[in-house]
């Protein structure tokens, strides 16, 4: 158990609907990053944020969106949605987001869009 | 950029050595992270390779060549529970794109009796 929480831990919708994934960092981590798993991807860093201000943007859509509140957790918020959506999304959490920063990950919120 | 290569499977003998390589291409470099993957599960953290050389621990070691772009993985004294997929991470330097990973495809380790 790495100490990162993510709810829920399955979701199934439709597309076109939106939903919403809910992680808590591990004790004492600033920093929250989002990661999107498909089979054909592997793992692709979405964002990152660092004691509630967005630090770093990767392949993230239009269609998704991510905040950190102020008591660190972190919602990923994710709209229109589409088959190719389908996928694993992890949250992983890490103390600082500095350069020497290992980034533990929470279980997973499996999304599976019909 | 960055582009990290490293096997898709490998097969492998229970109670012997396997060896995962990962090799990368990268604008900058901060550090390379080997994580282990269960099917449906969360990665799990193995090692961090910042300086060349060898980390040992315990049965896993990791192996870093800046000069090369090249890493690897050592699992020693293999057990069933060791197959998983196994994920080379690289880390950029530090620039406006904060501290982020890029992951390579995976090497899912298939570990036989």
């Known amino acids: 158990d790495s100490g990162v929480t993510q709810t829920p831990k399955h979701l199934i919708t439709a597309t076109g609907q939106r939903v919403t994934l809910r992680c808590s960092p591990r004790s004492g981590d600033l920093s929250v990053y989002w990661y999107q798993q498909s089979l054909d991807q592997g793992l692709q860093f979405l964002i990152q944020?660092?004691?509630?201000?967005?630090?770093a943007k990767g392949n993230i859509l239009e269609r998704f969106s991510a905040q950190q509140f102020p008591d660190l957790h972190s919602e990923l918020n994710l709209s229109s949605l589409e088959l190719g959506d389908s996928a694993l999304y992890f949250c992983a959490s890490s103390p600082s987001g500095g350069a020497a920063d290992t980034q533990y990950f929470g279980p997973g919120t499996r999304l599976t869009v019909l | 950029g960055q582009n990290i290569d490293q096997p898709t499977e490998m097969t492998a003998t229970e109670g012997a050595i396997v060896q995962i390589n990962c090799t990368y291409q990268t604008s900058g470099f901060n550090g390379l992270f080997w994580y282990q993957q269960h099917a449906g599960e969360a990665p799990t953290f193995l090692s961090y390779n910042v300086l060349d050389g060898l980390e040992e621990k315990g049965r896993f070691s990791s192996f870093l060549s800046r000069s090369k772009g090249y890493s690897y993985l050592l699992l020693k004294e293999l057990q069933m529970k060791d197959s998983a997929s196994y994920l080379c991470a690289v880390r950029g330097a530090p620039n406006n794109a904060g501290n982020m990973l890029t992951f390579g495809g995976g090497t899912r380790l298939m570990v036989k009796p």
């Open positions: 944020y660092y004691n509630g201000e967005e630090r």
